[in-house]
Each structure stands twice: as structure tokens, then as C-alpha cells.
């Protein structure tokens, strides 16, 4: 059975021609695709045959003929070698005078588009049918498509145009847009108002007529192609375009050539020279450009601020571990964006730094969140100013320091000269005054009302993490965060001390390498019962009741970590208890801690350590090692806030009565279970223990009642 090679089908069912190229065409034509495959469009074998034999007869003739016109270059090449040398001198002198004859019309073309810009701009824009394109698309790399193209503008412009369509049909465009690749040095990566001329490898020089035509039609070509994506780009944005190249005088600089103006033919002639001078890698100084431009020297990043911020992100952003980090510094870089617009970083200057903070000033906090500005452009928003208090000084440098890394950063990564927020900061007055008030520490009547409400001295805490997380900050100093995340098995003995171990494992996240650290168990939460506490989760854990080794199985992660629905509840509490004002919050007790022991004349070096803080003291913090953990066990519980009495009516924390462990005979291990408690008394509590940390309790059955029978009629 034969099998046809040249047809397949894809997984559409439709038949395809396929014809693999030939390796001496290859050896020849590099860029030749190694595989042309064409669709057929048909899913009938008889048909797909029938058309892909056509196409294979041409193929197999356009082979053919390349390999024809290859020898005859061979043929002409030697002939032109065994001429005497007065003879090549001749035929190469003609042949350059035809080129430059050619390249002198490409100029006087180039030259009459470029006049013709208005009418360019006005026909794509005001033509429906040439709307969806650009100059940029048009085909134009020869005199004769740009003839055939100036001559169907000036008729497109004509007052008396009835229709257009006859004429747009002769256009000839490219199959892709010059936009979109990377044609003739133009690089795609760069705006359409900046042109980027790169140089090549230096050309060899002509050495037969033929290879200087070939070098002089690439060089006419790029030529063309420069000076159509300028007009492209002025017709577009409205701005005069810039050109920049490597500078032979300034090797490690480029050049921006601004306020580009080619009112002649001698202005194009001068610029197609030097653009066939850069393609040839040949030396171009910056007085050359001065006759129809003025340069100006800059860095050769090229860059814009968002393409700077993705680099600083991907590199930085892995050493951030919170969300909340990661999304303050995006919206940062943003409003950046919003207000001073994505411009080339190296164009970046102090003007710009104080625009940047002058209009931060005036803006909303919350500005992303809030339904009233989300929308809005920052001019909107400004225009309402008198309708909103703007951001506090204190929010505006934190967005301040948060760019001036960036910036830094690129300043170390050679990508700009100068940092334009160094040492830039708005100053407040009231700030200073304010910086102690946001860090009070709890009072000894704040922590009486506290731990002496009825959720304490009735047992009206319904969730672990209300009565315990803030007990724990209290007695160890440590944040929200770090208690919320705490797993079973960070709770555990060594030299035979109960201790909390403050780590990263898991999903756990600490803010400094410091925290990472071991707190010894207070003797008051030993007395409250904590040990006990841990142990009937840890009985729970094993029994197969509950699957999560949480410290406080009831606690659900939010976007900035375990420490939300703590943090969040306890604001609630404050309020409640008509106790929470500006400087007062979750981490008093941290600082609580922190004076308690600074008052008692305590270790300073211990209470650092025991924070998670650095030891600011070189023979301490570097060369000493941490303190043991019996030292600090005696440290600890000399601490003292609560008085006994107060103690006394604080009630233990008692589980829920699904916790209870019906497989064993001990009644010391049940001895934390309310059996009048149940995780189905709330829905949240519910959905946090049963559907999203999955315990394993069985739901109470609900038993439908029998419906009334209706009383029967009396006769």
C-alpha cells in the first residue's frame, strides 16, 4: 500500500500538506522554515490528495530553481574573480552608482511620506475600513510600494473621494506588523515614540556586484523601515520620536537623539547615512546627529518603571512573608505608576520624586479599597479633596520608604545613576509626640478589666483563641501572629521545662530571624491550666478526633496570616470594655511585657531574647550564646502583672463537648470538657471546627416531628 507523505491530518480532521526542505536549500537559507505545512481545508482524502500533488509540483519546481540561481551566482561569482582586476574596478564602480542612484530615490521617497504625514493620520483615522491599522503595516520596503502608496494617500485625501474602497483594495500590507517583530534593528520591546537602532555585525565588504546590491537593498530596507516606525509612532502619539544608539565616544552610554526634525531631503539624506553607518557597526559621534537633532547622553537602561519594579519584585519578593507585604508593595509601585506616569527610568528626576509626593498628600487612605475612589483617576479623586480627610503624613512616608527600595536598589544594579526619594521624607510635627502615645502598654486597671470580665470569671469564652492567645501575650511578650500559628508540638518539655517554641516550620512565618526563639511556660499559665489544655488536643490529634495540629483548632487563616480573627476580635473586646483608644491594641501586651520588666530592673539581654529582639551588644549577641532554658524559666516567672487574687477567679478554658475521648477510662482527660458545650451552638465556630479544619464528629441527627392531625368535625 502506498502512503502519501506529503498529507496528514490534525486533530481536527483536517488534511494538511506537508513538505519537508530540502538540506542543501537550508545550508543556503538559513531562516528557511525546515517544514512548510499548508492546510488543506478539506477532510476528504481524495481531495486533500489531489490539491497537496499541486502544491507539491511547485514546491518541487521553486527547489529547482533556487538551485538553479544558486549556480549561476557560483558561475558569476567565479567569472567576476578571473576578470582583470581594471575590468571588476569597472563593473563595481557602475554598480555602486546604481545603488546610490536607488538609495538617493528611497530618500527623495522617504522624504515625500514624511510630508504627507497629515494626510497619513487623517485617512487612518477618519477611513473606517483602515482603522484597525497603522503605517506600520504597510508594506513599503521598495521605491516603488512607496510610490504606489503616496499615490493612493493623495487620492484617499481628495475633497471629492466618493469611495474609498477601490483604493484601499490596492494597498499592500504586510502579512505582520513591523510592531509586532523585530525588523531591521527596530527592537520590539521599546515604545513606539523611541526608536532603537542596534548595531549588527560588522559587514564585509562587497567583494562582486552582487553582494553589494544584496548589502545595499538590506541596508535601504532597514533604512525605510527606521523612518516609517518614526512617522508611525509622531502620527500616533503626537510626540516628536527619539532615536537611540551606541555611542562609539561614550561606549558605555547610549544616545537619545530628542526633538527629531527632518524638514528635507538633505535632513533624510543625512539620517539614512548614518543609520547605514550604525547597521554597519561603523563609528558614529555625536556631532553627526546635531544637524538635525540635539543629543543628550543617558544610561543605557531602557527600562520603564513598571518593567523595574517586576525585576525588584522578582528578586525581593521572596524574603517577604506575608501577604499583606506583598500586596502594600504592589499598590505602591502603582500609585507610583498613577500618578507620574510609566515613563523610562532613566528619565525619572527630583521633579518627578516631588510631584509624586505632593500629590500622595492629597489623596485618600484606602484609595484601592474604598467603593468612592476605586474608579476615579487621581485627578477625580483630588477634585474631591474637600469631601475626605487625606492620607497621614505617617502613610506617606511608609509609601515613600517602600518606593525608595526600589530605587536603591536599581542604584546597586547599575539600572539608574541616582536614588530620587534619597533622603526625601515629609515631616510632622505632631508625629514625634504621637510615636510614644501608639506604643502605651496596658495599665494595671486596663488589665483588670481585661482579665476580670465575665468571659474570664463566668467561663463565657466560646473559643479557644479569645481566652488563651491573650493570656499567652501577656506572660511571654510574644504578638498575635506568632501565638495564633503555634502547632501541638511546639509545646513540649526540655531539661525538664515546659516551654513554647517560636519557629517557621510549616506555613508559620516570623517577622526577623530573632523571633525565631524558646519561651519558657509562665507558671500563672501553667496554673490556668495551659498544660492540660495541650494535652487534651494532643489526645484529640492522636484519638483521630481532629486532624489539624493547631494550638487553637478554631482559629481560620485570613489574608494576613492565623493572626486576624484574634487581632480583630480583641479591637472588638477593647470596645466593649470601653478601654481601646488610639495607642492601646493587641500588642500593649508586648509592651506590657516589655516596661514590666524594665521597671523591675530586669536582664535586658534576657528580655530581648525572650521578645524575639536583637541583643544590640556585640559580645552578648554575637559571640554569647542563647541563655539556657532553665535560666530563663526563673527569669519568667519572676514576672509578674496579675495579682493572685485576680488569678483566683479567672476560670479554666474548657473544650467543647465533641472533644471528649469516650475511648478511655481516665477521667483527668476529660476533665476540660463542658458537656454542655457544643461546636453546633454557633455556625462559625461550626464551619471553622467541622468543614474547614475537618473534625471528625458526628452532626446531630434532627428528628422531623409528626404533623398534627386535624381535629375531626363534630356531627
Request: aromatic letters at 8%.
Amino acid at each position: 500500500m502506498q502512503h502519501n507523505n506529503f498529507i496528514f491530518l490534525n486533530r481536527f480532521h483536517t488534511f494538511y500538506f506537508r513538505q519537508r526542505t530540502p538540506l542543501d536549500i537550508l545550508n543556503v537559507i538559513p531562516n528557511a522554515k525546515k517544514e512548510i505545512k499548508i492546510s488543506l481545508r478539506t477532510k476528504c482524502r481524495a481531495t486533500a490528495i489531489t490539491d497537496a500533488r499541486q502544491h507539491k509540483v511547485m514546491f518541487d519546481l521553486l527547489f529547482t530553481e533556487i538551485r538553479e540561481s544558486i549556480k549561476r551566482m557560483e558561475k558569476t561569482k567565479t567569472s567576476f574573480n578571473e576578470l582583470d582586476e581594471s575590468i571588476q574596478r569597472e563593473l563595481m564602480l557602475k554598480q555602486r552608482a546604481v545603488e546610490a542612484i536607488n538609495d538617493q530615490q528611497l530618500t527623495q521617497q522617504l522624504f515625500f511620506l514624511l510630508e504627507r504625514k497629515n494626510r497619513i493620520k487623517n485617512a487612518f483615522e477618519h477611513i473606517e475600513a483602515l482603522q484597525p491599522y497603522s503605517l506600520a503595516d504597510i508594506d513599503l520596503n521598495t521605491v516603488d510600494k512607496i510610490n504606489r502608496f503616496i499615490a493612493i494617500i493623495d487620492l484617499l485625501s481628495s475633497p471629492h473621494l466618493s469611495d474609498p474602497a477601490p483604493y484601499i483594495a490596492q494597498l499592500k500590507f504586510k502579512q505582520q506588523s513591523i510592531l509586532s517583530s523585530s525588523i531591521g534593528g527596530i527592537s520590539k520591546a521599546v515604545n513606539i515614540a523611541r526608536l532603537v537602532v542596534k548595531r549588527q555585525k560588522k559587514t564585509p565588504l562587497a567583494e562582486t556586484p552582487a553582494q553589494l546590491t544584496k548589502q545595499a537593498k538590506t541596508s535601504r530596507n532597514s533604512t525605510g523601515n527606521a523612518l516609517v516606525q518614526m512617522i508611525d509612532g509622531q502620527i500616533k502619539t503626537g510626540k516628536t520620536p527619539a532615536i537611540r544608539t551606541d555611542a562609539p565616544d561614550s561606549p558605555t552610554d547610549d544616545i537619545i537623539l530628542e526633538g527629531i526634525s527632518l524638514d528635507n531631503e538633505e535632513d533624510i539624506h543625512n539620517f539614512s547615512a548614518l543609520l547605514k553607518l550604525i547597521e554597519s557597526n561603523e563609528d558614529v559621534q555625536l556631532k553627526d546627529f546635531e544637524a538635525f537633532s540635539k543629543p543628550v547622553i543617558v544610561p543605557k537602561s531602557m527600562l520603564k518603571f513598571s518593567e523595574l519594579c517586576n525585576k525588584f519584585y522578582d528578586e525581593q519578593s521572596k524574603e517577604w512573608k506575608h501577604q499583606k507585604t506583598h500586596t502594600m508593595n504592589l499598590s505602591c509601585y502603582q500609585t507610583f505608576i498613577d500618578i507620574v506616569g510609566d515613563k523610562f527610568v532613566d528619565e525619572l528626576d527630583y521633579p518627578h520624586a516631588n510631584l509624586y509626593i505632593d500629590t500622595l498628600r492629597k489623596l485618600p487612605r484606602n484609595r484601592k479599597k474604598s467603593p468612592l475612589f476605586r474608579d476615579k483617576s487621581i485627578e477625580e479623586i483630588i477634585a474631591m479633596e474637600s469631601s475626605f480627610e487625606p492620607m497621614p503624613s505617617i502613610n506617606v512616608n511608609k509609601n515613600i520608604e517602600r518606593l525608595k527600595s526600589v530605587f536603591l536598589w536599581a542604584v546597586q544594579r547599575k539600572y539608574i545613576k541616582i536614588n530620587i526619594l534619597d533622603k526625601m521624607r515629609v515631616k510632622d510635627k505632631a508625629q514625634k509626640s504621637k510615636t510614644k502615645d501608639l506604643r502605651e502598654r496596658f495599665s494595671i486597671d486596663d488589665l483588670s478589666l481585661i482579665f476580670g470580665s465575665d468571659k474570664y470569671t463566668k467561663g463565657k469564652h466560646n473559643r479557644t483563641y479569645e481566652y488563651w492567645v491573650p493570656l499567652l501575650s501577656l506572660y511571654t511578650g510574644a504578638r498575635a501572629g506568632e501565638l495564633s500559628q503555634l502547632r501541638l508540638n511546639d509545646i513540649y518539655t526540655e531539661n525538664g521545662t515546659w516551654l513554647i517554641d517560636f519557629n517557621e516550620e510549616e506555613d508559620k512565618k516570623l517577622k526577623t530571624i530573632n523571633c525565631i526563639r524558646k519561651v519558657p511556660v509562665h507558671k500563672t499559665l501553667m496554673r490556668l491550666g495551659f498544660i492540660k489544655y495541650v494535652q487534651q488536643l494532643k489526645n484529640c490529634y492522636e484519638a483521630n478526633i481532629t486532624h489539624r495540629n493547631l494550638l487553637f483548632p478554631d482559629i481560620v487563616k485570613g489574608r494576613d496570616g492565623y493572626g486576624d480573627n484574634p487581632g480583630k476580635f480583641f479591637i472588638r473586646y477593647l470596645i466593649a470594655l470601653k478601654i481601646k483608644s488610639e495607642g492601646k491594641s493587641f500588642h500593649s501586651f508586648r509592651h506590657t511585657f516589655a516596661d514590666e520588666r524594665k521597671q523591675a530592673d530586669s536582664n535586658p539581654a534576657m528580655t530581648a531574647e525572650l521578645m524575639g529582639h536583637e541583643i544590640d551588644n556585640e559580645t552578648l549577641g554575637r559571640y554569647g550564646k542563647d541563655y539556657k532554658i532553665t535560666l530563663k524559666k526563673v527569669e519568667i516567672d519572676r514576672y509578674v502583672t496579675l495579682s493572685d487574687e485576680q488569678i483566683k477567679k479567672i476560670l479554666p478554658f474548657k473544650l467543647w463537648k465533641e472533644f471528649r475521648i469516650t475511648n478511655t477510662m481516665s477521667k483527668q482527660s476529660n476533665a476540660l470538657i463542658d458537656m454542655n458545650k457544643s461546636i453546633y451552638s454557633d455556625k462559625h465556630l461550626h464551619n471553622a471546627l467541622f468543614k474547614i479544619q475537618s473534625l471528625k464528629v458526628t452532626p446531630p441527627v434532627i428528628v422531623p416531628r409528626k404533623p398534627r392531625k386535624a381535629p375531626q368535625a363534630v356531627s
